[in-house]
Structure formats: structure tokens, C-alpha cells
């Protein structure tokens, strides 16, 4: 069982930025695929970003939707157990519930039912 915390969200002005964080427990937090996901209101939940863990190059791999490139980061921590998201030049249209996810295997997913588990989700507000 993984238990995931987001923090970090909250209000920022259009063109500002923030830094979301998701610390997992439970287990070994380098046998983990993680990822972010985020639903405005109204809207079905959507894919932000995901990061892998290669034991053999020891270094991670990233993907994140195209729609976010450039502007958002995504990275891990092993040793703190904690998976960021860096959101750059945010846009009101940014404004929603943040979730963290993580899955059973090391590899990148980008659909919500390859992960098992989920945080309780962080609310980012962009005002304009």
C-alpha cells in the first residue's frame, strides 16, 4: 500500500508559478511509477505528466501532455521519497485539482487506470 500527500498548491496570479509536491510512504519509493493528473471543474480528469526509475542508469524518464511542454516539469527525489511538479507561466485555464498517482511498476502511464493509487488532490487557483 502507498499512501500519497500533495502540498504546494494554491492562489497565483496569471504568469506566475508553483511548485506541487507529493510525498509517498508505504514503499520503497524507487520501485514506483508516478505521475500527475489534474480535473477543473466540470471537466474529466486529465493526464499532466509522468516519471519513471531506471535501477540500471539510475536516472528517471519523463513524459508530460503536449499541451503542457515547456511550461511544467515533473521530477523525483528518491531519497525524500517525493515526486514534483513544476509549473511555470501559469494560465487561469491552469485552474484545477492537482493528483498525484503512483503505480506498481517503474514505467511511464499516461491513463489514469494504470494507477493504483492516488493522492487526495491539491487545489491550484490561476487568477487573471
Known amino acids: 500500500q502507498v499512501q500519497l500527500v500533495e502540498s504546494g498548491g494554491g492562489l497565483v496570479q496569471a504568469g506566475g508559478s508553483l511548485r506541487l509536491s507529493c510525498a509517498a510512504s508505504g514503499r520503497t519509493f524507487s520501485t514506483i511509477g508516478m505521475g500527475w493528473f489534474r480535473q477543473a471543474p466540470g471537466k474529466e480528469r486529465e493526464f499532466v505528466a509522468a516519471i519513471s526509475w531506471s535501477w540500471i542508469s539510475s536516472s528517471s524518464s519523463t513524459t508530460h501532455a503536449d499541451s503542457l511542454k515547456g511550461r511544467f516539469t515533473i521530477s523525483r527525489d528518491n531519497a525524500k521519497n517525493t515526486v514534483y511538479l513544476q509549473m511555470n507561466s501559469l494560465k487561469p485555464e491552469d485552474t484545477a485539482v492537482y493528483y498525484c498517482?503512483?503505480?506498481?511498476?517503474?514505467?511511464?502511464?499516461?491513463?489514469?487506470?494504470?494507477?493504483?493509487?492516488w493522492g487526495q488532490g491539491t487545489q491550484v487557483t490561476v487568477s487573471s
Open positions: 498517482a503512483a503505480r506498481n511498476m517503474l514505467g511511464i502511464a499516461t491513463t489514469q487506470n494504470l494507477y493504483d493509487y
